[in-house]
Every structure is written in C-alpha cells, then in structure tokens.
C-alpha cells in the first residue's frame, strides 16, 4: 500500500571527495560538509596501483578517509579490489596479480580498521574487477557492455574466469571478521590459485611464512 510516511535510512554514499586518490586535507574538507548529512562514507578507491608507495597508490586515501571518518564518529566503508580496466574509458591499472587485492585487504585489516568493506566492483566485467566464477560472461546475454568498447558483445574469449579470485576472497574476508586468516584454498592439490586478467594468464599465488604472504608464481601472456 501506498505510504508517506517517514523511513529511516543509513546513509553511506561515495562523494569522491578530492577525486580519485584524494589526501587527507581533500577529505577533510569535504566531509566537513556533509557530516552532520552522513552516517559513514565510503571510498571508491578502485583505480589506482595499491600499496605502490606512488602517486597512484590507494592506500594512503583510504586512510586518510578512515580518519577523518572514524575521527567524526561515523562509519567507514574501505574499498577492497582486484585490478581495474576501465574497457570503455580506455585506463588499465595493473594490481600485480593478488598484490595489490592483499594489499587492500592488510591494510583494512592493520590500518583502517573500517566497519564495512566493499568489494569493487564485484559484478562489472566492462572493468575486469569482477570476483563471479563465470567462465566467460560474453556467452551470456546481457552480462556485459563490451560493445561499448568496438568489440562485439558476441565475441568469446575477451574475459577470462576469475573462479581463482572468488575462492581467494574467503581467505581474507575471515581474516577481516575474525582477526586471524582463513584457510588457503589449495587448487588441484598443487598449492596453485588462478586468478586471470585481461591479457595476462596468473596461475596464482603460494603461500609463503605462515600463509600470511602470497607470492606470484607464474605470469605468461596469452588468453
């Protein structure tokens, strides 16, 4: 039925404040804006190179957002990503395989501490930042906007699986809930992940001292 009546929201929107890789002043302001609207904010930290140390790099503004957020009592959403490839806004950011997702994730889990994550995007293939193991989203109608690119939306083998990437993710979501990390999942009994980007094929990462690094094993070109 039809109502006027009042509901309450929670209201955790992504301003971009300062743009893309804002500093600590850039986010400062901008939430000195918005703070008596906002229950939290969140980061839309997804194109840059995480933990690069560089002008690129994240990690930083998710921190700076962290602050200022956390410093006003309000909750803060970080943003957690695998790569990002803008198909359609010709930008390729290369997060070195699972790095840069590490990365992401060791910082919200030592540094940020946020109150809720998001994993970026989790559903855009356009981007390559998708975590669903589907196999090839070009076989599905609708599962895409690659036309925007020139490429034909029917073209096969444009996108590769990320099931490496999705079995991956419970590994540091527990870390993050829990405080201690999840159990490596183990492919094929090889100790292998696979994790496939737009022109690179990553046969994953090892577990190294403890499981609590991963290191990239392999790195070839080709689909």
Not at 31 to 36: D, V
């Given at each position: 039925m039809p109502s006027n009546a009042p509901v309450n929201i929670f209201l955790v929107p992504a301003f971009f404040w300062g743009g893309e890789i804002p500093n600590f002043a850039a986010v400062q302001q901008g939430?000195?804006?918005?703070?008596?609207t906002l229950d939290g904010s969140f980061y839309w930290g997804i194109a840059g190179v995480p933990g690069s140390g560089g002008s690129f790099d994240q990690i930083p503004s998710s921190e700076a957002y962290a602050s200022v957020v956390h410093g006003g009592g309000k909750l803060?959403?970080?943003?957690?990503?695998?790569?990002?490839?803008?198909?359609?806004?010709?930008?390729?950011?290369?997060?070195?395989?699972?790095?840069?997702?590490?990365?992401?994730?060791?910082?919200?889990?030592?540094?940020?501490?946020?109150?809720?994550?998001?994993?970026?995007?989790?559903?855009?293939?356009?981007?390559?930042?998708?975590?669903?193991?589907?196999?090839?989203?070009?076989?599905?109608?609708?599962?895409?906007?690659?036309?925007?690119?020139?490429?034909?939306?029917?073209?096969?083998?444009?996108f590769h699986s990320h099931q490496?990437?999705?079995?991956?993710?419970?590994?540091?979501?527990?870390?993050?809930?829990?405080?201690?990390?999840?159990?490596?999942?183990?492919h094929g009994g090889s100790g292998r992940r696979s994790a496939h980007e737009p022109h690179l094929r990553c046969t994953?990462?090892?577990?190294?001292?403890?499981?609590?690094?991963?290191?990239?094993?392999?790195?070839?070109?080709g689909a």
């Open positions: 939430f000195g804006q918005w703070n008596s803060y959403m970080a943003p957690i990503c695998l790569q990002f490839w803008g198909a359609n806004a010709n930008r390729y950011y290369e997060y070195g395989g699972a790095a840069g997702m590490r990365k992401m994730w060791m910082d919200a889990i030592n540094v940020s501490h946020p109150e809720w994550v998001e994993i970026i995007t989790w559903n855009d293939f356009i981007e390559g930042s998708y975590v669903s193991p589907i196999d090839d989203p070009n076989k599905y109608p609708f599962a895409n906007f690659l036309n925007t690119t020139g490429v034909p939306s029917s073209t096969l083998g444009y490496g990437a999705t079995a991956l993710l419970p590994y540091f979501i527990k870390w993050y809930k829990t405080g201690g990390p999840g159990c490596l999942p183990i994953g990462c090892l577990p190294t001292r403890g499981a609590a690094r991963l290191r990239p094993i392999h790195a070839a070109a």
